[in-house]
Each structure stands twice: as C-alpha cells, then as structure tokens.
C-alpha cells in the first residue's frame, strides 16, 4: 500500500497528511495557521519541521506533494509569486527541502492545478484523461488537465480564468468571484419589486442565497443565472481554444452549481457548433474541502 505526503499550502493554515494511494484515504491529518510561521521570518524552515515530524512517524513514505497559491517557476522548483505568503517568493522550495530530505522526493505545484489532477485520482467520478477545471470561491481559479497532466502554457503558469476580460470592462472574478458576487447580489436587492427571501439590509451570504435559490426563490435564481452566464462566457473561450469538452466546477461557491447551470448551458448552445456539443459535459467536482491535500498528494504519481 503506497503512501505520499500531501501538503495544501494555503493563505490561512498549512495543512498535511499521509494519503494512501490507492483509496484517496487521510491519516495523521495535521494542520498549522500561516500567520504564525509567517512572523517567525522561517516560514520554510517551519514547514521542513512540520514535514520531518509526518516523515518520522511514516518512514515508508518517499514522496512529498505540495500545491501552493500562486505562481511557480516552469520546472517546478521555486517560488515565483506567492501573493498570501510574498516572502517566500524566490525560494527554490524544492532544492531546499530535497538538501534537507535527500532521501525523499518532493514535488510542486499551484494549487488549483493540484486540486484538478486530484479529481482525476481520487474524485469520485471517472473522468478522461483531458479535461478543465474552475475553482469559484474568493476569486476565480482554474487549471487544464492533459494526457493526465497540468498544462503549463509557455511560462509555467497558464489557465488563470480568473483574469480574462468580463462584462464591464473587468475581469471575470471581478465580476463573480465571492465579493463581486454578493455586491451584485445586494445591488439586484435593492431593485428587486417581487417577493424574496433575501434580506434588503446588506447582509446577503452565499449561504443564503443557495439556500433561497433552493427555495425556489426568484431573485436568487436571477442573481446565479446571471453569475452563470458570465462564467460560461469564459468557459466558451476555454473550450475553444484548448478543444477540451469536459468541465469540472469545484470551489467553495461551486454550491451553486445546480442554480448556474442553465444558463451555462444556455450559453454553451448560444456559442459552441454541434462538434463541441456532442461532448460537452460538466459537472461539480468532488473532492470538497480535501481537494487541496488530495491534489497536492496526486503529483506524486507523476
């Protein structure tokens, strides 16, 4: 039974632990606040002693994955913009920690392409072997998964779906990353006549508007069809230019994914020839709240 180290750096805590290959199943799950490491000017070291204390403890694990918010370098080796940690940017983690750990082999990546390759190997569905992942939640993230792995693009650090022109004269999650989305959602309050669950004091959550929208109720489904129909416009430019036809939705707002779906659909009929719809197909990713240390676990079968 092979085991790998995963590791989910992330903006808030560091979390770890041995994943088995085999069933995707978390053990000795250990999780630690950034901000601490932060402040101790050793953020690296820190990690290098958090890693050796699971090593200790797991002696026949042999390879380390980590997926970390930003943006690495093509070889996949150093740090290039960590925007939640900038003064770990620079630093050639992988040297690093294979100097401290010579024995084991350790392996990086950004944690949205992480996450995405995750799927693959322990989401709950079958997926091919080609396919694009979204991530919706602070801001809008996303990765494509080729023959089994991440497409990097010419520098490294491609498929930011995020930061493609929107409606507005804004990028995409300026438009509905998880701010933007309930500033619509309050702005569309206030001009709302009907009737509607949603409070009318500036205190919308995307709890409740998923909830609502459950609920059946009509404003919530016009907010997310309007939050669908500009995800699909970014969607649609990715299918035409990568040619890949299935589409993974994962993220913390990804909730919503029966409430935007139809206008994405509606969208995708609207732009994509009968080439592309004979394919398409997408659907919530799985992993949930362990699609981080999962994925970051996934690079070791690379």
Avoid at 184 to 211: C, W, Y
């Amino acid at each position: 039974m092979e085991q790998y180290l995963g590791i989910d750096v992330g903006g808030t805590n560091v979390k770890m632990g041995i994943v088995d290959a085999t069933n995707g199943r978390i053990s000795n799950f250990y999780s630690h606040d950034t901000a601490s490491w932060r402040s101790s000017g050793h953020f690296i070291e820190r990690l290098g002693d958090a890693i050796a204390l699971q090593l200790v403890e797991h002696t026949e694990v042999k390879r380390v994955g980590i997926g970390v918010p930003g943006l690495i370098s093509r070889d996949r080796t150093t740090l290039l913009e960590i925007t939640a940690i900038p003064e770990i940017d620079g630093i050639t983690i992988v040297p690093d920690l294979k100097a401290r750990f010579p024995q084991h082999d350790f392996f990086l990546e950004n944690d949205a392409n992480a996450a995405a390759l995750g799927e693959y190997y322990f989401g709950e569905d079958k997926l091919p072997e080609d396919y694009i992942f979204v991530t919706l939640g602070t801001g809008i993230g996303g990765a494509a998964i080729i023959d089994k792995k991440v497409f990097k693009g010419g520098g490294g650090n491609a498929m930011e779906p995020g930061h493609v022109p929107s409606k507005g004269g804004k990028v995409l999650e300026r438009n509905i990353g998880k701010k933007e989305l309930l500033d619509m959602a309050h702005a569309m309050r206030e001009n709302f006549t009907g009737k509607t669950q949603l409070p009318d004091n500036g205190t919308i959550s995307t709890t409740g508007l998923v909830a609502a929208a459950g609920a059946g109720d009509e404003l919530a489904k016009q907010i997310f069809h309007e939050m669908g129909y500009l995800l699909a416009e970014g969607l649609v430019s990715m299918v035409r230019i990568l040619d890949i036809t299935t589409i993974l939705i994962g993220g913390g707002i990804s909730a919503s994914f029966e409430y935007i779906l139809p206008a994405i659909n509606e969208r995708f009929e609207y732009w994509l020839t009968p080439y592309y719809m004979k394919t398409i197909s997408i659907k919530r990713a799985t992993l949930a709240n362990d699609a981080g240390l999962l994925g970051a676990a996934s690079l070791c079968f690379e």
